[in-house]
């Protein structure tokens, strides 16, 4: 059963038996963020997946993210992937592996050299550097996550608060149950149920993995049956 943002509010005031004086709207709200943000670090879901196409600079081995990465909801929340085709001819696409700086740096001392680029990292918030420097205007398939817009008194649905009511009800009893410094035990419990809903997302999320011959491009070879 859905939820909605004033359902969850009471929901929280209810579980807690605390008053709105107590935790007040700003409150809970961080509660609601909190336990968003926990959810979305803990498993992946498919619905926010999606790309996003950039261009390298010939000679420069930084690229600015669309958007930055870590901008308002609705935008870019994080790179999965990074793959890049020449700007012309056979568009043969080539996956970078993502590193750390350190070690692009010693990898790739010389950034006035040029080759077509092997390797990315993040260089800031909003700023991926590959390396080698790029010795083309490579076009850039990223990979990414979408951040979802989030429950809030402005945004009264969401998509957790449709598909996964009981596990952000669950994470935002934890973080209340935190914050009033109530019994352990029921701290516990409120975490048990978390884990176990949380438990159930990911395995719906992993049934849309399953490998299927259709999927993932292989052909199905006919069973020659022999005539009876």
Known sequence: MATTYSELTQQILDYTEASSDVLTS????????????????DVDIDVFKSHQSANLTASNPFL??????RPEPT????????QIFA???TPTRSFLEQRDVSYMNEYWPDRTATAEPRY???????????????????????GITR??????????TSW??????????????????KFLKGPAQMLQIYEQSYQRALQELVIEQQGRHRRDE????????????KNP
């Open 64 to 69: 600015s993210l669309p958007g930055g990465s």
């Open 87 to 89: 700007p012309s001819g």
């Open 214 to 225: 259709y999927m993932h491009g292989a052909l199905r070879t006919p069973l020659q049956s």
């Open 26 to 41: 700003t409150i809970t709200n961080d509660f609601i963020e909190h336990a968003e943000n926990r959810i979305f670090r």
């Open 147 to 156: 951040l979802p817009t989030r429950l809030s008194s402005s945004n009264s």
């Open 75 to 82: 935008s870019l929340g994080t790179v999965r992937t990074m």
């Open 160 to 177: 957790l608060g449709d598909n996964a009511p009981a596990l952000l009800l669950y994470g935002c009893l934890a973080e209340a149950f």
């Open 120 to 142: 990315w990292a993040w260089w800031d918030h909003n700023t991926i550097y590959v390396a080698p420097t790029p010795d083309l205007a490579y076009n850039v398939e990223l």
